[in-house]
């Protein structure tokens, strides 16, 4: 990556994503939105978890947004009887008669884990601390996982019955919650025709690994105008009841507020929206344009919400 100066690596950010847009665009018909914010989560080095009903592309989503970008893809269907070892690996005895350790499916550079509220809090623990350390502990030795390690956790929002709903201390560690609708009725044509007939995709690799770190180290540099980032912080407080800057209409419906970790991620996933739409520094609109994704995990509505047919997406519009 051999770029004169910074702006010219944020317009090479810019010219990366619409390449990337266009490549992924051969096999996934709309979803527009997803695959931005997607995008913008592997940019800004976050985890995201894509919540929808079954057949909606998820996982095609994923393996696609791995091949267009050149790095090795796992997936991991999580199951009740899924055991931490079978995620992080286990020490196995060598041939040389010594313990070897043997990796499992983590050791990648992106993580498919599919239907994560299946599988019992011990695997998913096991999950979110390579999440957040970007490590597994076997055995009380640390393994450091490959550069860069991208985890997207998709959830099935029917059917709960035999599920273990993330905690909210959990479902913190993702960066964005994003929302998977079905597709429009002439989006569905053209998934139809494209799925039923015999059709080879020639995808392009658009970007390695090593360039993937050198945007995610860009996108801290960008600079950020104070009343921008007092914006997104103001969003995120503004959350939480009872305290100074809640409104009322959190006060009435919110039992529980975002923490600091979602003023982190406002502000660096505004940067990152600020750099794919051609900006060299976030403004306010790029900050409302991701908070909905940023937010909406983070906040736990009352009984009085749910009764009254609140939503999330509701109580974050009104802090806008």
Request: with cysteine; net charge negative; proline share 5%.
């Amino acid at each position: 990556m051999a770029y004169k100066s910074d702006v010219e690596a944020v317009d090479g950010l810019a010219q990366s994503y619409a390449d990337l847009k266009s490549e992924i665009g051969k096999v996934i018909i709309g979803q527009d939105e997803v695959v931005k914010n997607v995008i913008i989560s592997l940019f800004s080095n976050g985890h995201s978890l894509l919540v929808g009903v079954p057949g909606l592309a998820k996982t095609l989503l994923v393996s696609t947004i791995s091949e267009v970008l050149d790095l090795e893809f796992k997936r991991i269907q999580f199951t009740p009887d899924l055991m931490p070892s079978d995620i992080t690996g286990s020490e196995i005895l060598g041939e040389s008669r010594k313990f070897e350790f043997n990796k499992g499916p983590l050791f990648s550079n992106i993580v498919l884990a599919d239907e994560i509220n299946r599988t019992p809090p011990k695997t998913q623990a096991a999950l979110l601390e390579a999440m957040q350390e970007r490590s597994v502990t076997v055995n009380g030795v640390r393994h450091l996982l490959p550069k860069p390690f991208f985890v997207l956790a998709t959830q099935n929002p029917i059917e709960q019955e035999g599920t273990y709903p993330l905690p909210e201390a959990q479902l913190d560690r993702f960066m964005f919650n994003i929302p998977l609708d079905y597709p429009t009725y002439e989006e569905e044509i053209e998934v139809v025709k494209g799925t039923t007939k015999v059709v080879k995709y020639d995808l392009k690799h658009v970007l390695t690994g090593e360039q993937i770190m050198y945007f995610q180290n860009l996108i801290r540099k960008i600079p950020i105008a104070d009343n921008v980032l007092e914006y997104a912080v103001g969003l995120a407080t503004k959350t939480r009841p009872n305290t100074a800057r809640a409104t009322d209409k959190v006060n009435n419906y919110i039992s529980w507020g975002a923490g600091p970790r979602a003023s982190q991620y406002l502000v660096l996933g505004a940067k990152c929206h600020a750099a794919i739409s051609g900006k060299y520094s976030p403004d306010i609109e790029d900050v409302q344009a991701i908070a909905n994704y940023v937010l909406r995990h983070r906040i736990v509505r009352n009984y009085k919400a749910e009764a009254e047919g609140i939503s999330e997406e509701d109580v974050i519009k009104s802090l806008f």
